[in-house]
Nanobody
Framework: VQLQASGGGLVQAGGSLRLSCAASGRTFSSYAVGWFRQAPGKEREFVAAISWSGATTYYADSVKGRFTISRDNAKNTVYLQMNSLKPEDTAVYYC?????????????????WGQGTLVTVSS
């Protein structure tokens, strides 16, 4: 499966953005999808994940209540709605896919990755 993340940009603190992860491949609906982010000088960290059906979701504590992950399998797309953005949310955001869903995944748990989209939150 091939993934392409989009929707990043520059936003003021308190604002919102919606990221999209578009996938190719007819079996995309079989894959769990996760969002990760990497800020300059920091390791890539888990943000949110969703099961193949969308019934199960997981979030990092730092984004709970502000970010929402969802998917539309008919469109082969997973979304990350980001509200109440903070400067510390600034990072390159990546989507990733794998057949298994993990509640606290590391980047090593995912085999397929998109290219990343930059989110910059100004104070």
């Amino acid at each position: 499966v091939q993934l392409q993340a989009s929707g990043g940009g520059l936003v003021q603190a308190g604002g919102s953005l919606r990221l999209s992860c578009a996938a190719s491949g007819r079996t995309f609906s079989s894959y769990a999808v996760g969002w990760f982010r990497q800020a300059p000088g920091k390791e890539r960290e888990f943000v949110a994940a969703i099961s193949w059906s969308g019934a199960t979701t997981y979030y990092a504590d730092s984004v709970k209540g502000r970010f929402t992950i969802s998917r539309d399998n008919a469109k082969n797309t997973v979304y990350l709605q980001m509200n109440s953005l903070k400067p510390e949310d600034t990072a390159v955001y990546y989507c990733a896919a794998d057949l298994k869903l993990f509640s606290e995944p590391s980047p090593l748990d995912y085999n397929y990755w998109g290219q990343g989209t930059l989110v910059t939150v100004s104070s």
